[in-house]
């Protein structure tokens, strides 16, 4: 159980694009998903909190306008990155939690998206 | 100051080894807490949580010391398979903070 699944799984794009990544719990109810970015050889940066119904909360220094999350339901999330330039190249991993279970604090990762912009 | 503070190795040890991790957080708060390991290129997958009583999964062993504000990891008996990065994360019930991670390379 606890399966979370991200599409696409890789993406590049061209500068200027927008590119849109969704995030599932496949087995799962999340009220709360977490985006999260990875530069290589760096940890995990929360760029954000989802909450199903509700804005997003984001970290200090991320553009809320740049990137665009929707979670409208309670298996999805989605992140959008507007006009995407090549810094904004990375691994996007998102993870939710559960409702309910033997530890309501675990965070359960998707695979990652890895974008690149060219 | 970082939340969640790690060695970034590598600790390159040989099969077999016993080898120990540990994190430092700064938040008194916090609540749960977790190792993650992360293959190259990959999502990090959760390895086990950690107890303040301590607990243990075959040949790891996680502890917590709230006093000193630490969790560790132990691997006993190193496989090749173990080689990766290992994270440690820390919650206080609204976000996660991830150390850098600990790179571990386990050679024959």
């Known amino acids: 159980g606890a399966v979370v699944s991200q599409h696409p799984s890789w993406v590049i794009c061209k500068s200027g694009t927008s590119v849109k990544i969704e995030c599932r719990s496949l087995?799962?109810?999340?009220?709360?998903m977490f985006w999260y970015r990875q530069f290589p050889k760096q940890s995990l940066m929360l760029m954000a909190t989802s909450n199903e119904g509700s804005k997003a909360t984001y970290e200090q220094g991320v553009e809320k306008d740049k990137f665009l999350i929707n979670h409208a339901s309670l298996t999805l999330s989605t992140l959008t990155v507007t006009s995407a330039h090549p810094e904004d190249s990375s691994f996007y991993i998102c993870?939710?939690?559960?409702?309910?279970?033997?530890?309501?604090?675990?965070?359960?990762f998707g695979p990652g998206t890895r974008l690149t912009v060219t | 100051r970082k939340e969640v503070e790690q060695d970034p190795g590598p600790f390159n040890v040989p099969e077999g080894a016993t080898v120990a991790f540990n994190c430092t957080y700064s938040n008194s708060a916090s609540q749960s807490f977790f190792w993650y390991r992360q293959d190259c290129r990959k999502e990090p997958k959760l390895l086990m949580s950690v107890y303040s009583s301590g607990n243990e999964d075959g040949r790891f062993t996680a502890q917590l010391n709230r006093a000193s504000q630490y969790i560790s990891l132990l691997i006993r008996d190193s496989k090749l398979s173990d080689s990766a990065t290992y994270l440690c994360a820390v919650t206080d019930f609204n976000k996660f903070y991830f150390g850098s991670g600990t790179k571990l390379n386990v050679k024959p």
């Open positions: 087995d799962f109810q999340a009220t709360t």
């Open positions: 993870s939710a939690r559960q409702l309910a279970g033997e530890n309501p604090y675990e965070q359960y």
